[in-house]
Nanobody, 122 residues
């Protein structure tokens, strides 16, 4: 069994910051990509940022310069530092990992966390 557990969401005023964390646990063999997606009410889930095991990153245009994704491979953990938040960033943020398990090291699949709410409001 693999679990992704997010933390760090909450209510913040416009211009504020939050740091989201996501830890993967279980019978993990290898994690290729870890990332963050978000889904606002009435909208489709969208990519926010992702990072490869080698440290390459890419970001949605709407968050470039404000959000920073990082990863601790030893802890199987990914972080999202969000700065200068605005109401359009309000959404449920989901952690994602593309990984393989110990019982089948060559098969990679998508795993999702349960989501953490980020609300930006004055």
């Amino acid at each position: 069994q693999v679990q992704l557990v997010e933390s760090g969401g909450g209510l913040v005023q416009p211009g504020g910051s939050l740091r989201l964390s996501c830890a993967a646990s279980g019978s993990i063999f290898r994690i290729n990509v870890m990332g963050w997606y978000r889904q606002a009410p009435g909208k489709q889930r969208e990519l926010v940022a992702r990072v490869t095991s080698g440290g390459s990153t890419n970001y949605a245009d709407s968050v470039k310069g404000r959000f920073t994704i990082s990863r601790d491979n030893a802890k199987n953990t990914v972080y999202l530092q969000t700065n200068n938040l605005n109401p359009e960033d309000t959404a449920v943020y989901y952690c994602n990992a593309v990984l393989s398990q110990e019982n089948n090291p060559s098969y990679f699949a998508n795993y999702w966390g349960q989501g953490t709410q980020v609300t930006v409001s004055s």
